[in-house]
């Protein structure tokens, strides 16, 4: 019930993409609407969009909170990575000098399942986020069961937000709020302070 596989290979444009992301994941439709151009989504690619690193890309953070992964090919073969385990630091990857990204997959939302993701920029359109955030969250009763939740512009990297998720599973919304500064110490430059930064992802 609901684990169906979604693949995409690294050349699919966002154009390509998007009825496929967006019946899957409703969320998506409005904040995909604001990646880039038309002419960007008509270009680019999610692939290009991880491959390069950025810790304000709009859609690793979405990846993460999804818990893709990642499928690297070289001579030698392919491996399989966490999407997460991808960014090692600033504009650094895990991939070999001979490894180019072949696609990422991720599952559909299960049956009780919720996903949400927005961003902040300077511009509401065409605009690069300040800070991005994805969540999904497993509920059972009215209560979050699990939780997986991301965010760029943060961090060197898209990062999980591992102390944010444990508050929020055992102490609820607003200590979740609370925890971010546990999980980022964002720096400020003239997309907006780390102080900003800090408030923007608690709400």
Same mark, same amino acid.
């Given at each position: 019930?609901?684990?169906?596989?979604? !693949?995409?290979?690294?050349a699919? *444009?966002?154009t390509?993409?998007t %009825?496929v992301? *967006?019946?899957a994941?409703?969320?998506?439709?409005p904040?995909l #609407?604001r990646?880039g151009s038309?002419?960007?989504r008509? +270009?680019? !690619?999610?692939?290009?969009?991880?491959?390069?690193?950025?810790p304000?890309?709009?859609m %690793? %953070?979405v990846?993460?909170?999804?818990?893709?992964t990642? !499928? +690297?090919? #070289?001579?030698?073969? !392919?491996?399989?990575?966490?999407?997460e385990?991808?960014?090692?630091?600033?504009?650094?990857?895990?991939l070999?000098?001979?490894?180019?990204?072949?696609?990422?997959?991720m599952? #559909?939302?299960?049956a009780?399942?919720? @996903?949400?993701?927005?961003?902040?920029s300077?511009?509401?359109?065409?605009?690069?986020s300040?800070?991005?955030?994805?969540y999904?969250?497993r509920?059972?009763?009215g209560k979050?069961?699990d939780?997986?939740i991301?965010?760029?512009?943060?961090?060197a990297?898209?990062?999980?937000?591992?102390h944010?998720?444990?508050?929020?599973?055992?102490?609820? @919304?607003?200590?979740?709020? &609370? &925890?971010?500064?546990e999980? @980022?110490?964002?720096?400020?430059?003239?997309?907006? *302070?780390?102080?900003y930064r800090l408030?923007?992802?608690?709400?």
């Amino acid at each position: 019930e609901g684990k169906e596989e979604i !693949t995409l290979g690294a050349a699919v *444009t966002y154009t390509r993409a998007t %009825p496929v992301l *967006t019946k899957a994941f409703p969320a998506l439709r409005p904040y995909l #609407s604001r990646l880039g151009s038309r002419q960007i989504r008509n +270009l680019g !690619t999610i692939g290009g969009n991880v491959g390069t690193a950025s810790p304000i890309g709009d859609m %690793p %953070p979405v990846l993460i909170a999804l818990a893709a992964t990642v !499928t +690297l090919a #070289s001579v030698r073969g !392919t491996r399989v990575l966490p999407l997460e385990k991808v960014f090692e630091g600033y504009r650094k990857t895990a991939l070999a000098p001979d490894e180019v990204i072949l696609g990422l997959s991720m599952r #559909s939302l299960s049956a009780g399942e919720v @996903f949400h993701c927005d961003k902040v920029s300077k511009r509401r359109d065409q605009d690069i986020s300040t800070v991005a955030a994805a969540y999904r969250l497993r509920m059972k009763g009215g209560k979050v069961m699990d939780a997986r939740i991301a965010f760029g512009g943060m961090a060197a990297t898209p990062r999980r937000a591992t102390h944010v998720e444990a508050a929020l599973l055992k102490d609820g @919304f607003a200590a979740a709020a &609370a &925890a971010i500064p546990e999980d @980022f110490q964002p720096i400020d430059d003239w997309r907006g *302070t780390g102080a900003y930064r800090l408030q923007v992802a608690g709400n």
